[in-house]
Structures are given as C-alpha cells and as structure tokens.
C-alpha cells in the first residue's frame, strides 16, 4: 500500500485528534472535580460516601446517551457527510462544557445545579455520542492510500489521552495557585471556559478542512445509503457488537477503574489530591507514547495482534493497580497508571482503523458510531450504577477496591474475546469494502 497525503491532510488530523482532545477533558475534568469540586459545591449536606457515589454518577451519565448520539450522527454522517456532522459534534459538546461554567452552586439554587449539570452532561453525552465514530472515518478515509493508516487514525484514540493529561494538569496549577475559596468559586470554572475556547478553536479548524474523497464518490455516482442504519443492523450487526466489547476496554481502564475510582480511593487512604493527580499525570504522560506505538504496531503486525497484546497486558496491569496505589508512594502510582492505561491505550490505538475497515463507506458512519458508543453505553452503566453500588455496599470507596477490580478484569477479558472473533483488516482497501 503506497503513501499519499492528499491536501489539507494536516488540518484533518488536528481537526480529528481536538475532537476527542476536547472530549476527554472534559470528561476527566468533571472525574477530578466530582472528588475534590462538587461534593462541597453542588450537595454540601450530603453523606461523604453517598456525595461522591453522587459524584461519580454524575460524570458517568454522558455513557448513557452516548448511544443516542451515535445513532443520530453515525446516521448524519452516512447522509450529509462527515463534515457537516463533526461540526454539530463539537458544537454542541462545546455549549455544553460552556454553560457548566456558569452553573450556580448549592448556596444559590440547592439542589437544583446538579440537576441541570446531570441534564447538561446528558445533553453532552449526545454530542460525544457521535464525535469519535465520525472524526475516525474522517482520518481513515483522509489516509484510505497511506500504509500507515493505523498511525495516522490513532490520534482519535490519542486525543483522549492527550485532553486527559491537559485536564489534570490544568486543574493541578488551578488548585495550587490560587486559594482554596477561590478555586471552589471560580477556580473550576476557569477550567470549563478554557475547553469551551478549545472546542472552538475546533470548530473553526473543521469549518476549513474538506469532505472526504470517498464521501464526495459516493455522492457523485448518487450511491447514498438510504437507510444506513438500518443497513449496518441488518447486515453487519455481528460487528457492531464485537466492536462494542472491544471498546469497553478502555472505558473500564480509564473511566472507573483510574478516574475517578483510583484518585478516590489513594485521596481516602490518606494521599493529598496532588498526590492522585500527579501520579495519574504521569501514567497518561507515557500512555500518550505507547498509544503512538500500538498505533505504529497495528501498522506493523496487525491489527488484531496489536489489540490483543496491549489488552492481555491491560489484564496483568489491573490485578497490580490497587496494591500498588495502597503504598501511597508516588512513583508506584505513577507505574501503577500508567501500566493500566499504556495497556489499554495501546490497544485502543487500534480500534479507529479496524472498525473503518471493517465498514463499508455507505454505512461505515453509523457502524463504527454505533460499536463504539454501546461500548461506552455498557461502561456508562457500570459508572453510573454498578460503582457506586459497589462503594455503598462495601462500606467505602477502601473496601470497594476488589469489586470495581473484579469488574474491569472482566470487561477486558470480553474485550480479548471479542477480539479473537475480528478478521485482520490491515491490507484493506476501504474504496473496495
């Protein structure tokens, strides 16, 4: 397969990659500050553990729209392009991150704000729903000729870990230089209006790039799905649901089990929240790396092998977490997250490129979209109900810890399953699927 960048091939990576950039953020923005933020913001009267099991329902909620979302914007982008719906994407993501910033604390409406941020977050998470599916395609079919298409769409999956270490490190100079009452004032909402001006610098770099060729082919020969839904459904359902387990891997890797569990779980051992933060910084600091190369290996030796090392590492990495994180040591916990999310995020440097070639151009939208976000619906649900089941149950986020471990075992060997079932997509064309 030979190289070819075709023009503006430099925009459409950095419009791709901002997208999920922006995502994880605020994702992870909103699992740090439901620790440290928002039980004394939003619901001060509240028991600890039920506060942060409050918390942590909070953030997860976007997974259960997301599914929504992937419907309707797999289903855009199938229609009216990849263009037109990555920028409704990021628009609505970006009003979203907006208005949380201004949202009044308990002082002033009770428990009303946490109920417009739940109604907020639930808004986002339809937005979310269809970011990643779509900038996915869009970077394949921009490099459908490069024999490097594993690399060059990584960077949808590297944006997560790249607006993930953003997010903690923004927040880590916010908390540390200024005031503890002017943090909890507007020091957190600072951070907000910050991904809000990044989701528009977003915006206006995908307002200049173009439509993909393959897109633009398709509309020539007037070969538009009518139903590319009910299409894939129909005829790729198989597909959908093995990329739907593989995709939970990394939503059990990083969006229980490391934050907000893991930060949780040091800060009530006794660990400052500096301590929590650093030591998941710099375990995201290597896995942008590794990312980049299970991208390259996918390239090198397959997709389904990349996948699979980086999953059955994931496994080793998650029985280690918590007995290394009770050591309160700071260099341990740094190994300890970033052997949890290296792992993982090595595998998931693969999933952008398998699932665009698993798909063909007509409906490939809405089939990776779909995939893609019933995994993040399952880990959602996990998030949302299952964890804070699990902390209240056991008593505390401390005796908690086997429980959530158990959990994430278990999704990443389904994951390793579903991959075994996957066909190697490296040497396809996606003009000829």
């Not at 199938?78 to 308990?106: E, H, N």
Request: with cysteine.
């Amino acid at each position: 397969m030979k190289t070819v960048r075709p023009k503006g091939f430099g925009p459409a990576i950095i419009a791709g990659l901002l997208g999920t950039t922006l995502e994880y953020y605020d994702l992870v923005l909103v699992g740090v500050l439901a620790v440290v933020v928002f039980p004394s913001v939003f619901y001060p009267q509240l028991n600890p553990a039920i506060a942060v099991g409050l918390s942590i329902a909070t953030y997860g909620v976007t997974f259960i729209t997301r599914p929504l979302g992937g419907f309707l914007f797999g289903y855009l982008g199938d229609k009216r392009g990849r263009k037109f719906t990555f920028m409704w994407t990021m628009i609505i993501t970006s009003i979203a991150v907006l208005a949380i910033s201004v949202m009044p604390p308990y002082s002033v409406i009770g428990y009303s704000g946490i109920a417009l941020i739940l109604i907020l977050r639930l808004v986002q998470g339809i937005g979310l729903g269809g970011e990643f599916g779509t900038a996915a395609v869009f970077l394949a079919e921009f490099s459908k000729d490069s024999k490097w298409r594993g690399f060059w769409t990584q960077w949808v999956s590297n944006g997560i870990m790249i607006g993930s270490l953003l997010s903690i490190v923004a927040n880590l100079f916010a908390a540390n230089l200024m005031p503890t009452a002017q943090y909890l004032l507007y020091g957190w909402r600072v951070l907000f209006v910050f991904g809000a001006c990044l989701g528009l610098l977003a915006i206006l770099i995908r307002f200049k790039v173009g439509e993909t060729d393959l897109f633009k082919e398709l509309e020539d020969k007037k070969e538009i799905s009518k139903s590319p839904i009910k299409e894939v459904l129909k005829a790729q359902w198989g597909s959908c649901l093995r990329l739907c387990f593989m995709t939970a891997l990394p939503i059990a890797g990083m969006s229980f089990m490391t934050i907000p569990f893991g930060n949780s779980y040091l800060m009530n051992l006794g660990a400052t929240s500096n301590v929590a933060s650093l030591g998941w910084a710099g375990g995201a600091a290597v896995a942008v790396f590794l990312t980049m190369l299970g991208g390259i290996a996918a390239d090198k030796i397959g997709r389904r092998l990349a996948y699979f090392i980086g999953a059955a590492c994931a496994l080793a990495a998650e029985l280690a977490y918590f007995p290394l994180l009770s050591t309160l040591n700071i260099y341990l916990a740094i190994l300890a997250n970033a052997s949890v999310l290296g792992a993982t995020f090595f595998a998931l440097a693969t999933i952008p490129a398998i699932a665009s070639e698993t798909f063909p151009t007509k409906h490939r939208t809405s089939g990776l979209s779909i995939g893609y976000q019933f995994g993040a619906l399952e880990g959602g649900l996990i998030i949302s109900f299952v964890i804070p089941v699990v902390i209240s149950t056991a008593g505390g986020v401390v005796k908690a810890w086997p429980g959530v471990m158990a959990i994430t075992f278990g999704v990443t060997v389904v994951s390793i399953i579903s991959i075994l079932t996957m066909r190697e997509t490296r040497d396809v064309k996606l003009s000829e699927i």
